[in-house]
């Protein structure tokens, strides 16, 4: 009885809670630590390794089918020069506007397949009945990869725009989907019955165990989805499209100019990059329950 | 040892009520008849679009385009007899089980390399993380060029497309492996190599399969992409993915979809073996 | 019952279960299993109820029956004279008078303790939000768990949880608690603080608990009276009267009549235990 005793003595005056570092003052404390091992310096040589083995076979040493790439040498400088040779660098305008274009179809197809599959999946998951009358179409439909709709899309839908967007977009609505599905499929049986007990009714049910419950598989799902839709993005754009980085890739690969080609690759995997980023931090903003448990758990 | 000969001579008692049948089971079972119900009832307001647009003039949107499920299932019959479509099946089954070969060869030890020392995961991982965003299909023009044959280049596409996803399962397998089972191993005077082989080893089987699944996935992708975009198999030698794009190139939307389902049945296929062969090498998963 | 030294406002006892031969018989694809077996079993108001039996022998299967979260298949349970299931309604509504805690713990992960606590009032609008928030903080603090109100479930240590998720559970006043092992992953120094933290907010509230177990001594120590079962399908096999004085504290543990009510329940309870794992073995083999 004592240690409780205690415990409201403790709690009734309520000391500042503790607060762990955060932030900038955790970064810094990261970067001493890190500074202090190895590992950065052997990640910037295993980085400058393949930088120069990169620019020894296309430029160095010109082997024979590698001399066809263009090597980092002429990358960067055709890439930082205000006048490139082959047409695209940062200063020419075209290069922002492939860059506008890919991005402003990405953000319309993820958040159209996201407002469309976390309601579908979590209806789906939470109601016997819905995912019965549904789940078999869906599993009709989700092998068929991509790319095959790419033909069909391009037929359906008039213009440029509308078949790139479809195709992101049904890319992204399966594999939100899926995982709101399994998200709420995971949630176990004690928090529906707990709930249950308290007196909730139905819609409460929902809002309290349901939608955070299932939080971090849609969240892997999302991640998932921006992935796959920018997967499918350049598969549409090459294969139809005016402007983007996909189309800029295979325009330049038909006009023969190496250099635009591989900048689109590299500018599309940090923009890929980016975005799956920015959904991971939203992520994390909003399930600070489930960092702080992982946290906990020394994960 | 001798505690389980006795185990075995014991007859189970019998038991007074039969199980039934997988089959029988899913017959007698509501859901099974829901989602009979749910595909027909998409089939038929598919077929009415259709049938709207020659009945009555009106152009459902979108759907309004596709030919009718009935025209599709006529053109699809016609189809299945001629042995060049037959031919395309294999070609892109070449091409998908070549590059997914080469890159599970290559992506499993790489990953497990990468899970087991931590030097060889300071130099090579950053490398590999800045191109795994590039999505694989970006690659196809670099690859076309780079290659000197179109099946060198799908092939090469198609490798990347599986190989960014098994190494990174790998890796994830391997680290989550609990150190107890390590630890147990050493005690009982394990060497590296029992080390390895007996508690690395399986213990990121079920990560290399789960890689291996999606990354089946991402390959159909690539092959199709590739045989599209690079010239449509005008030397490639056809292919599924050239199958539809001939379609498109004559504008016969019938053959587009039954392409289209072609490919469905053909990624159902090769994950369904994946699966298959995922249960044989991991018995002690089966119980779930 | 009991006289009521510790709470002399004096709560009136509420919340009586009577269990008429309840059967359950569970048939998935085919296979029909005997969980409970004509089990009957009378619980008076403000009794602490222990039940004790072999691992899956079904004593959570009743506690099922009672919350509303299965159905029975023949017999009738009633609550302070109305049925909550029986021949016409096999399974029970569920609702805040018969509130259970978890085996593993079921406090929302994705709410603070706060948060939890105040749930229960909240979708049953008892008082406005802010309201419900204060007093639901007001009944943490008396649980001696102040200090960590507004911390997520995943941050606290799981006897913190389980003492928060007995409050909330009793924040809404219940009839009937009905606990599933709650300190089975536990200590047994944590345990024992646990206890008396339960008798405590027991003291306080009077409700009726129904208590399943595996430890014999816990159930000896918390109970007015212990329930060994059969091993499955379930039934009755001794009550056992448990008339050690309370206020009860570790030094009950160590007296001899609590020594005597061990030895008898475990001669009971060794029994069942053995046929239970005879039972596995066979359906193993």
């Keep these: ?299 | 040892m001798s505690a389980v000969t006795i185990d075995q001579t014991q007859t189970p008692p019998s038991r007074t009520f039969r199980r039934r049948s997988k089959f029988e089971r899913a017959i007698s079972s509501l859901g099974f008849w829901r989602g009979l119900a749910g595909i027909l009832v998409f089939l038929v307001l598919w077929e009415a679009a259709a049938y709207l647009k020659t009945a009555a003039d009106f152009t459902v949107p979108f759907f309004g385009k596709l030919p009718a499920p009935t025209l599709v299932a006529a053109a699809a019959l016609e189809v299945v007899v001629q042995p060049g479509y037959w031919w395309s099946w294999v070609e892109s089954f070449k091409r998908v089980l070549g590059g997914f070969i080469i890159a599970m060869i290559l992506g499993i030890p790489f990953g497990l390399a990468l899970a087991v020392n931590k030097y060889f995961r300071d130099v090579f991982f950053p490398p590999f993380e800045i191109l795994r965003p590039i999505p694989p299909l970006a690659w196809v023009p670099a690859s076309l060029i780079f290659w000197p044959t179109n099946e060198m280049s799908i092939i090469f596409v198609t490798f990347l497309g599986a190989f960014f996803t098994i190494v990174i399962n790998v890796l994830g397998g391997a680290r989550t492996i609990d150190v107890r089972y390590l630890r147990a191993a050493q005690s009982m005077g394990a060497t590296q190599w029992h080390l390895f082989s007996r508690i690395i080893l399986p213990g990121t089987l079920p990560s290399i399969f789960t890689g291996a699944a999606v990354g089946m996935g991402i390959t159909w992708n690539v092959v199709l992409a590739a045989e599209m975009v690079s010239g449509g198999g005008s030397q490639a030698g056809g292919g599924l993915g050239f199958f539809i794009w001939s379609s498109y190139m004559g504008g016969s939307m019938e053959h587009i979809i039954v392409g289209m389902i072609s490919i469905g049945i053909a990624g159902y296929l090769s994950s369904a073996l994946i699966r298959w062969l995922g249960e044989r090498a991991m018995p002690w998963q089966r119980a779930f | 019952m009991r006289p009521d030294v510790f709470s002399p406002g004096a709560v009136a006892a509420k919340g009586a279960i009577s269990i008429r031969n309840v059967t359950k018989i569970y048939d998935p694809d085919g296979a029909q299993v005997m969980a409970v077996d004509n089990c009957s079993m009378d619980i008076a108001p403000g009794e602490v109820c222990m039940i004790v039996g072999p691992s899956g022998c079904g004593k959570t299967t009743l506690l099922n029956a009672i919350a509303g979260f299965h159905s029975i298949t023949e017999g009738e349970i009633i609550l302070d004279g109305v049925q909550l299931c029986g021949p016409r309604q096999p399974l029970a509504t569920q609702s805040a008078d018969r509130i259970v805690v978890f085996q593993n713990g079921a406090l929302f992960p994705w709410k603070t303790l706060a948060e939890n606590v105040a749930y229960g009032p909240m979708v049953q609008r008892r008082w406005p939000k802010a309201e419900c928030m204060e007093r639901a903080r007001t009944a943490l603090k008396e649980a001696g768990l102040g200090a960590v109100v507004d911390k997520y479930p995943g941050e606290v240590s799981s006897g913190m949880a389980r003492r928060a998720e007995i409050v909330r559970a009793l924040i809404n006043d219940p009839k009937v608690l009905l606990l599933d092992e709650p300190y089975r992953a536990m200590d047994a120094l944590t345990k024992q603080i646990m206890h008396e933290a339960l008798l405590e907010m027991y003291d306080r509230t009077k409700v009726t608990i129904y208590f399943i177990t595996h430890d014999l001594e816990e159930a000896i120590f918390l109970g007015d009276k212990v329930y060994v079962m059969t091993t499955r399908p379930c039934r009755v096999k001794k009550v056992i009267d448990v008339n050690l004085p309370r206020p009860r504290d570790y030094t009950t543990l160590t007296t001899e009549a609590f020594r005597l009510l061990v030895k008898e329940a475990d001669e009971a309870v060794h029994e069942e235990a053995l046929k239970a794992f005879k039972a596995g073995e066979r359906e193993m083999a």
């Design chain 1, 1 to 299: 009885m004592s240690a409780i005793a205690h415990d409201v003595h403790a709690g009734g005056h309520s000391p500042a809670p503790r607060r762990q570092p955060t932030g900038f003052g955790m970064l810094l404390y990261r970067m001493k630590k890190g500074l202090g091992s190895s590992t950065p310096y052997l990640m910037m040589l295993g980085v400058a390794f393949w930088i120069f083995a990169y620019w020894l076979l296309c430029e160095g040493l010109s082997l024979p089918r590698f001399e066809k790439i263009p090597g980092p040498v002429t990358l960067l400088s055709d890439w930082l020069s205000a006048t490139p040779q082959q047409g695209t660098s940062i200063y020419t305008p075209d290069y922002y506007q492939h860059i506008w274009v890919s991005c402003r179809r990405i953000v319309i197809a993820f958040l159209l397949a996201t407002a469309l599959g976390v309601p579908l999946g979590l209806l789906m998951g939470w109601s016997r009945k819905v995912k019965d009358f549904t789940f078999p179409l869906f599993e009709t439909l989700r092998p068929i990869p991509i790319m095959a709709w790419v033909p069909l899309a391009i037929l359906m839908f008039a213009g440029y725009e509308t078949p790139v967007i479809f195709l992101a977009t049904l890319a992204s609505f399966f594999a939100t989907t899926l995982n709101t599905m399994l998200g709420v499929q995971s949630i176990d049986e004690s928090y529906f019955r707990a709930a249950g007990c308290l007196g909730s009714r139905k819609r409460d049910v929902f809002w309290n165990v349901v939608v955070p419950g299932a939080m971090p598989y849609i969240f892997t799902g999302l991640q998932i989805s921006i992935g796959v839709a920018w997967f499918s993005l350049v598969a549409a754009e090459m294969v139809s499209g005016d402007y983007g980085l996909g189309y800029l890739i295979l325009s330049s690969y038909v006009n023969s100019v190496t250099v635009p080609m591989v900048i689109g690759m590299l500018t599309l995997g940090f923009v890929g990059w980016f975005s799956s980023a920015i959904v991971r931090f939203v992520g994390n903003r909003l399930m600070q329950w489930h960092v702080k448990a992982l946290a906990m758990q020394g994960r």
